[in-house]
T-cell receptor, first 113, second 114 residues
Framework: AQSVTQPDIHITVSEGASLELRCNYS??????LFWYVQSPGQGLQLLLK??????LVQGIKGFEAEFKRSQSSFNLRKPSVHWSDAAEYFC???????????FGAGTILRVKS | DTGVSQDPRHKITKRGQNVTFRCDPI?????LYWYRQTLGQGPEFLTY????????KSRLLSDRFSAERPKGSFSTLEIQRTEQGDSAMYLC????????????FGPGTRLLVL
């Protein structure tokens, strides 16, 4: 079965420090991978997506992610975190036919000043 | 593009009551999805429509749940005889089924069953 694993439930980083959130996926040939962000009590906002091509994808708010097929990973990175980045981050995968997304359990990011 | 909207944003109900949620997708999007998110978890797929046709339902969608998209635009999700376990955030997303799709989410409806 398809699954998405986010190994870190919580991560705390200092403002201005770099960030990496981990995501591993299972199953399938070419996965379609997404990162979404959710602020408390809000819906999900798309940060970036990977379908094919360049394995380093750029997203909004200065985020980027790198697809590594050999490691079945799609980690999210940001070189310098801002206090407003504090939120919950979800990695998700789709299928070649789109349809439903399968989400990881999320990683809560705390930013300390 | 006004985004996906959901109504109501919050609903508190007593166990055994029926509730109905509405989702208005992005206007040109032909696919509409419902997900449920419980505390500390990622969203879980419930069902989706392409135009007015309901094409897939999750096993999470018990017979107390029904979803419609009568004219291929807005959708409703009804829960009959609510149970405390139905308390969750119900998220709607829409997409355009062209090539590989990207789903855009609404703000969600948070349901609390007392």
């Amino acid at each position: 079965a398809q699954s998405v694993t986010q190994p870190d439930i919580h991560i705390t980083v200092s403002e201005g420090a770099s960030l990496e959130l981990r995501c591993n996926y299972s199953y399938g040939a070419t996965p379609y991978l997404f990162w979404y962000v959710q602020s408390p009590g809000q819906g999900l906002q798309l940060l970036l997506k990977y379908f094919s091509g360049d394995t380093l994808v750029q997203g909004i708010k200065g985020f980027e992610a790198e697809f590594k097929r050999s490691q079945s990973s799609f980690n999210l990175r940001k070189p310098s975190v801002h206090w407003s980045d504090a939120a919950e981050y979800f990695c998700a995968r789709g299928t070649e036919y789109g349809n439903k997304l399968v989400f990881g359990a999320g990683t809560i990011l705390r930013v300390k000043s | 593009d006004t985004g996906v909207s959901q109504d109501p944003r919050h609903k508190i109900t007593k166990r055994g009551q029926n509730v109905t949620f509405r989702c208005d997708p992005i206007s040109e999007h032909n696919r509409l999805y419902w997900y449920r998110q419980t505390l500390g978890q990622g969203p879980e797929f419930l069902t989706y429509f392409q135009n007015e046709a309901q094409l897939e339902k999750s096993r999470l969608l018990s017979d107390r749940f029904s979803a419609e998209r009568p004219k291929g635009s807005f959708s409703t999700l009804e829960i009959q005889r609510t149970e405390q376990g139905d308390s969750a955030m119900y998220l709607c997303a829409s997409s355009l089924a062209v090539g590989v799709e990207t789903q855009y989410f609404g703000p969600g409806t948070r349901l609390l069953v007392l």
